[in-house]
Each structure stands twice: as C-alpha cells, then as structure tokens.
C-alpha cells in the first residue's frame, strides 16, 4: 500500500532528524528552547512510528504464510535471514556512531534494530494469537512502566542505558533497561499487528484514535495542573522516552494511528491515499527504510569525529545541516530505485530468505 510506505519514509526520515540534531545541537539551545521542543517532538514520534508501521509489515507477512501453511522449518527459513541481518545491522550502526570516536553508542548496546531482531522471532506466534490476546498483551505492556520501578533505570544516564558489562547486563539493556528495551517497547510491534488486523475496519480504529486523543488531552491537563513538564527526554515529565513512561506509549501510539489514518485516504476500500500523487515521492525512501537507517550512521559517524573537540554551530547552520541531512535521503532513495534497485539490504534480506527456503 502507498500510505504504508510513506508513513515508513516519514518514520525513518524522522529518525534521520533527531539522530543529526544529537550530533550537531546547535549552540545555546536548551531544553526549554523552542527548537529543541520541535527536535524532541519529532524524535518521540520516530521511533514508536518505526517500530509499529515495522511490525505490522512483519505481522502482515507472517500472516500470509500462516495461510500458506508454513510448517516448521519454513517459519526458520523465513526469520533466520531477519534476524541474523537486523542483529549484524545494530552491530554496525553501532559501531558507525562509537563512543570512543565522539558518537552515542557502545559497540554491544541493543537498540531498536535488536529490538526489530526479537520480534522477528515472535511474529509468527503473534500471526496465530487471536485480537483478544493481542489486546490484553498489548495492555499489559502499556500498564508495565508503572509496575517496574527501578528495573526501568530511570535514574541511568544515557552512557550508562547504552553500556553494559557482561552478558546479564547486556541482557538486562534489551529487556528492561536499555534504549529500546523489550518491555515495554513490544507494546509499538503488537499495536502494529492491530493495526494490520482492523485495516478495512476503518470505524474501529477511529474509535480508539478518538481514545487516545482522549487520553492525550487529560496528560496535558494533569501536567497544567500539577506545574510539571509534559514531555522530556527523561527526567520529571508525564512523558518520557527514556525510559518510556505509560502515558509517553499511549500517547505516542495514538499519534502514529493518527498518522497512519491521515496518510491512508480511501486507499483501503479502494480509492487514493490522502493526497494522492503528490506524496509519491516519499514511497522510495519507505521502500529503502532500513538502508537509509543504518546508511545514515554512516555520515553521522564522520561528523561525530570531525566535531570531537570543536565548538557546537550555530543555530541556523546546525539547523540547515540538520535539514539538509534529512531531506537529501529523499532523492537519493528515488535514484536508488532507478539506477541500482538490486543492492540494498531488504533485497539482501529477501533474497537471503529465498536461499534458505530452497
């Protein structure tokens, strides 16, 4: 569907924004600043987008092959190439953007390809749950922030959530306490395999947009109320992303059903994505998603050495570097389509399947 890969190109472009906004933060821009709000806006919606609109592709998949009736070592053909290349992917990423050359990651930190990585191995068990169960799973990982207490490291530093010595550290960063950790951020990859389920149910997934905005509303009154911050990174906020707090998931998920909503138009019942054409040229760069995401590090990984030790730019010049960064993706995913549509790693990783499976 069209609006699924624009809303996949919006994701990872948002990605590309806030990942280039952390390297180069322009000078005397603080928390409180309007541009950092906007940077934060958009870097709190990137990932919930990514990791949804991801697992209901792997969930739409997977159910194509539960009626296809894939047996034991068909699933194991179909995830092995997943998740060994989204697992090599976050090693890469990770080594691309490394602390000890001026980036923000240890080369072990799981994030949210490991992330990605892990769901690949539940899908197909998500692909036989029924909606109901689906629900009360997705439930209980929203509900879980509030029961965590300290597993969650809300006290942790991002150096600290993005080490770990020993594999039951390494461990605790991909379940509990690291950037994108399994609970409660598997809340993202079941909300997209409902999303999947309800496509043609256009009613009912209004009905729960119309929830969480709900929902949304009364976070932002409670904050009015009780003189703190609504958003923030992490600290004392009603939402927060590290780590993600209850009110940040339902407020964010109700955001990409929102976006995913909006995007689709009357695609689903057969008509055009909102929009039409005119947003067509954002289908490239939703195909080449997870080559861009891991290709962007890539440039970020220089400019972090380049900046070691230099003053940060100012705010204009950050801000159209920033800009610039995210938008060229653009083009070059449309010349990509054109000129060497064979070479990227989701074609890796189909053909990959297709080898396993002979």
């Not at 894939?70 to 990423?93: K, T």
């Not at 909606?131 to 997705?138: K, L, Y």
């Amino acid at each position: 569907m069209k609006h699924i890969d624009r809303l996949r190109a919006i994701a990872v472009l948002f990605m590309v924004e806030v990942h280039t906004a952390a390297i180069l933060p322009p000078q005397g821009v603080t928390v409180g600043h309007p541009a950092a709000f906007v940077a934060a806006a958009f870097g709190g919606m990137a990932a919930p987008m990514f990791v949804t609109i991801s697992g209901w592709g792997m969930y739409g998949s997977a159910k194509r092959r539960v009626s296809e009736g894939y047996s034991g070592m068909d699933w194991i053909d179909w995830i092995f190439p997943r998740f060994v290349i989204l697992f090599a992917c976050q090693l890469m990423v990770n080594l691309l953007l490394n602390v000890e050359r001026g980036g923000r990651f240890e080369w072990q930190t799981p994030g949210v390809l490991t992330l990605l990585a892990v769901a690949s191995l539940i899908i197909p068990i998500l692909s036989r749950m029924s909606m109901v169960q689906r629900t009360f799973a997705m439930a209980m990982f929203c509900f879980a922030p509030m029961f965590m207490g300290g597993m969650s490291g809300s006290e942790m530093g991002w150096f600290e959530r993005v080490d770990s010595e020993g594999i039951s550290e390494w461990f605790s960063r991909l379940f509990w306490n690291g950037t994108y950790p399994l609970v409660p951020w598997i809340f993202f990859v079941l909300l997209g395999t409902l999303l999947y389920d309800l496509r043609e149910d256009v009613l009912s997934r209004e009905r729960g947009i119309a929830l969480g905005l709900l929902a949304t509303s009364i976070t932002a009154i409670i904050a009015v109320l009780e003189k703190i911050d609504w958003a923030l990174t992490s600290g004392d906020a009603i939402l927060t992303f590290f780590p993600a707090s209850m009110p940040f998931l339902v407020v964010s998920g109700t955001m990409v059903a929102l976006i995913m909503r909006i995007l689709e138009g009357e695609e689903v019942s057969g008509g055009n994505p909102r929009m039409g054409e005119r947003l067509a040229f954002l289908e490239p760069a939703g195909r080449l998603s997870l080559t861009i995401y891991v290709s962007h590090f890539a440039i970020l990984g220089v400019a972090a050495i380049l900046m070691q030790g230099e003053p940060r730019l100012e705010l204009f010049p950050a801000f159209a570097v920033t800009i610039f960064h995210t938008i060229i993706w653009i083009p070059l995913a449309l010349i990509h389509e054109r000129r060497i549509p064979g070479y990227s790693l989701e074609v890796l990783m189909k053909k990959l399947s297709r080898a396993s499976s002979q």
